[in-house]
């Protein structure tokens, strides 16, 4: 439907825009960029608990010059100040890779995250060079050696199903339980490298410029996370967008990587694997429980389907 509305072939829904709201915001940008003459255009995001919108700075004639989030709902809001606090710890590190922050404001009882709009070129689909380049840099620059069942990331996955349980299907709880209890076993007393991940890397987050692959929607990003995390999702989401069966991860890939982020790391690949699946599908869990109905149903299922299966037949790599 988002192509035929592209094309023109379907017209989408009207919005109307407060006049005056929308000249203060304009002049706000305008400032932040200095002073020039802006035009702004809107997309609303993918309905889901932190929705917000989107706007593209645009010159009079045309040129992007940035790009603005917009978080009125505190959890939206809580969104993008993670994401501003994230694009600001990696503007060293991994400058010209990801947005830079131009400014961060609050604009009628909500917030305005201000980024510069990065490379015109999409990032590819499949995963190649560019990729792995780019996710070793961000493990280089962030991680620090931790016990797993020590780290962030369980405490985490172990929080959020202790505050869902009671809210989840009693089926769905206990192949959590089961998860939780396999990695615990097996990748628990690991001593490993975590670091920061993306937790939204997909082709539709990248372009691709002159410094290599650029990624934006930062989100999502945690500290304190497995190897290959943001690897995995590439091409698992796009698996679970198209439900495709039987999916495997590319596991030549996945160990070429891991030979140059932790080389002892082979023999655990595939519980790093179900950490990842585990930690995506409670977020997924987490937003249909905030909001039933809302969202990508059939992704959570996908996750939930994967999950399954690894326990049941044992690991697809």
């Known amino acids: 439907m988002k192509r035929l509305v592209d094309a023109g072939a379907l017209r989408g829904e009207n919005v109307w825009l407060e006049e ?11 400032q932040a960029l200095g002073g020039v003459d802006i035009h702004l255009a809107f997309y609303v995001g993918v309905p889901s608990p932190q929705q917000k919108v989107t706007a593209q700075v645009l010159t009079p004639a045309g040129r992007p010059l940035a790009y603005a989030k ?3 709902s505190p959890l939206a809001q809580a969104a993008i100040e993670a994401e501003w606090r994230t694009l600001l710890r990696l503007s060293g ?6 947005p830079e922050v131009l400014d961060w404001f609050p604009w009628r009882g909500g917030k305005v995250l201000l980024i510069t709009s990065g ?4 990032g590819p689909k ?3 060079s560019v990729h792995s380049s780019f996710c070793e840099s961000l493990l280089l620059s962030s991680a620090e050696e931790n016990v797993f069942g020590e780290s962030p990331m369980w405490a985490r996955m172990k929080q959020t199903l202790l505050r869902l349980n009671t809210d989840l299907p009693d089926t769905l709880a206990a192949l959590y339980d089961r998860a939780l209890q396999r990695l615990s076993e097996e990748l628990g007393p690991v001593l490993l490298p975590l670091s920061l991940a993306h937790r939204d890397f997909a082709p539709w987050n990248t372009r691709l410029g002159p410094d290599g692959l650029f990624v934006f929607d930062w989100e999502r990003a945690e500290q304190g996370v497995v190897p290959l995390y943001d690897v995995f999702h590439f091409r698992a989401i796009q698996a679970a967008l198209s439900q495709r069966r039987g999916y495997r991860p590319d596991r030549r890939f996945l160990e070429h990587l891991l030979r140059r982020l932790w080389p002892e790391g082979h023999r655990h690949l595939p519980y790093l694997y179900l950490a990842y699946l585990v930690d995506m599908s409670l977020v997924y869990s987490e937003a249909q429980i905030a909001a039933p109905g809302v969202g990508e149903q059939r992704v959570w299922r996908w996750f939930v ?9 044992g690991s697809p790599l």
């Open 20 to 30: 005056g709201a929308l000249a203060t915001l304009e002049t706000a940008m305008a």
């Open 70 to 72: 917009i978080a009125t």
């Open 93 to 98: 590190s991994l400058r010209g890779k990801v």
């Open 119 to 122: 490379p015109e070129h999409v």
């Open 126 to 128: 499949k995963l190649s």
């Open 305 to 313: 389907g994967q999950i399954d299966a690894f326990l049941k037949e």
